[in-house]
């Protein structure tokens, strides 16, 4: 909250907030800033303070003045020429507003720390939920001066520190899905295994099927690609089939993205009819599928896999810890057939050459000790308990569920425009995720995705409830 002893005027905090937040992109180009009247009565100042702070922000540069419209965030990237569809792709398919670097900019202002509160919009657990006794036990065995040596005066495997493949191999037995160590390249979390895929398989121009909702960044990193982002409506038993039959006899996809289970931000889970369609269409259109499988650790025995029921022919099975474990440790992995595993390992060299091995080795110790399967066992346990009570608080004040809860996320319809209520939610110290956040185009929702680990506090419902309004 803007503050009378601090040792900036009122104008002058007024501002900065509003200038870091167009910097860091919470503030998109083409948003309208709060009236001057509506800013005042927010932020408890005098519209002659609102006034001063927004010419403060046109003197930089940052906003302009359109008359008796109010004032809008500027586009400091230079406006693209409107371009006529290619290849007859509908408006729907997005070019993410034409311009990549704002979704991206938006991602990094996702994880800008806003306070010491909870914030409902983070995609990870909150760090207590992480701490472990084991991960420093594990670090320690390999720490020792010839231990370290070993590992550290030397590149290590092209594919991957072989102990991990190895431990890795045996966890995907365990779902059935049979991946030899061979079969397994490490990377740089699960994006950089999403990355990894695309620049493999994909030219700029080539269309792409992606779930919607989604996760920004796959939208922002298939659009810096230069890719034709295909939209595919999600369902409560997996992707919109007619959609995908569609754009398979119009548009001739090369690949489809897909979060099978515990799909983000929805929750839901593939059922095993829709799993079996996605895979004849892949088959008879002749396309690959990456399934993005980050929440295994949270996810029900049983659950229907696309690689499975597949295995790994047309599938390309892409995991990580971030979501688990450690999120700084950045290991992620990838399997695939034999037949595109030596292509998809040429493009890891021409990227990053190796892995670091030293958190490699430490994570296979983890998973082989069986200290990882106890401590997602915890985790489980913990996240049914914050789920619970956290849907009770959200219906108690007002909000309305879209999908059955499942998972580490919610996705809940609170009546209003959430990009409007999370700039007012950033006043509180509160970072949410709203709906448009999951869309390819960004159009204006009512929907937020919510984290049961951190939205679990009534302190923040308490405030979403008077913001709101």
Not at 133 to 149: E, I, V
Request: hydrophobic share 40%; aromatic share 6%; proline share 7%.
């Amino acid at each position: 909250m803007l503050t009378r002893t601090s040792t900036q005027s009122l104008t002058s905090q007024l501002a900065e907030r509003f200038a870091e937040r167009i910097r860091t992109r919470l503030l998109a180009p083409g948003a309208r800033l709060p009236s001057v009247r509506e800013c005042a009565r927010q932020q408890g100042v005098s519209p002659h303070t609102v006034v001063a702070a927004y010419d403060q922000l046109l003197a930089q540069g940052l906003v302009e003045a359109r008359r008796q419209r109010g004032f809008f965030v500027r586009d400091a990237a230079p406006a693209l020429e409107a371009r006529p569809a290619r290849d007859g792709v509908p408006a729907n398919i997005s070019r993410v507003g034409g311009v990549p670097a704002d979704a991206s900019s938006l991602i990094r202002g996702m994880f800008h720390r806003q306070s010491d509160k909870p914030q409902p919009g983070m995609g990870v657990f909150p760090p207590d939920w992480m701490d472990s006794t084991f991960m420093p036990t594990s670090l320690r065995r390999l720490t020792g001066t010839r231990a370290l040596q070993e590992i550290s005066l030397q590149y290590g495997e092209p594919a991957g520190d072989g102990a991990l493949r190895r431990s890795l191999s045996q966890k995907l037995v365990g779902i059935n899905i049979p991946a030899a160590p061979e079969q397994i390249l490490t990377t740089i979390g699960a994006t950089h295994a999403l990355d990894i895929v695309s620049r493999t398989l994909l030219r700029a121009g080539d269309p792409v099927m992606v779930e919607e909702p989604g996760w920004a960044i796959e939208f922002a990193r298939l659009e810096a690609l230069g890719m034709r982002i295909l939209p595919v409506p999600r369902r409560a038993d997996g992707p919109d089939l007619a959609v995908m039959a569609q754009y398979c006899e119009t548009h001739k996809p090369k690949l489809f993205v897909s979060v099978s289970v515990l799909h983000n931000p929805t929750g839901y889970s593939l059922s095993p009819g829709s799993a079996h369609r996605v895979l004849q269409l892949a088959n008879q259109h002749d396309f690959h599928i990456v399934e993005d499988d980050t929440y295994s650790h949270l996810a029900p025995e049983h659950a229907t896999r696309l690689c499975v029921l597949d295995g790994l022919q047309r599938t390309i099975y892409v995991s990580g810890f971030a979501k688990i474990l450690a999120p700084n440790w950045r290991i992620g992995f990838l399997a695939a057939a034999p037949q595109v595993f030596g292509r998809l390992l040429e493009t890891k060299l021409l990227a990053t050459l190796t892995t670091p091995a030293l958190f490699e080795r430490a994570l296979a110790w983890c998973i082989d000790q069986g200290q990882l399967r106890r401590h997602a066992e915890r985790v489980r346990l913990r996240l049914d308990g914050a789920r619970s009570r956290t849907v009770k608080l959200a219906l108690a004040h007002g909000c309305r569920f879209e999908s059955e809860p499942a998972g580490l996320f919610g996705w809940v319809d609170t009546g209003v425009d959430t990009d409007a209520l999370t700039q007012r939610m950033l006043d509180e110290g509160y970072l949410l995720a709203p709906g448009s956040l999951f869309h390819a185009r960004r159009p204006p929702s009512t929907l937020m995705r919510i984290n049961f680990a951190t939205a679990q506090d009534a302190a923040f419902w308490k405030v979403f409830a008077r913001v709101r309004g």
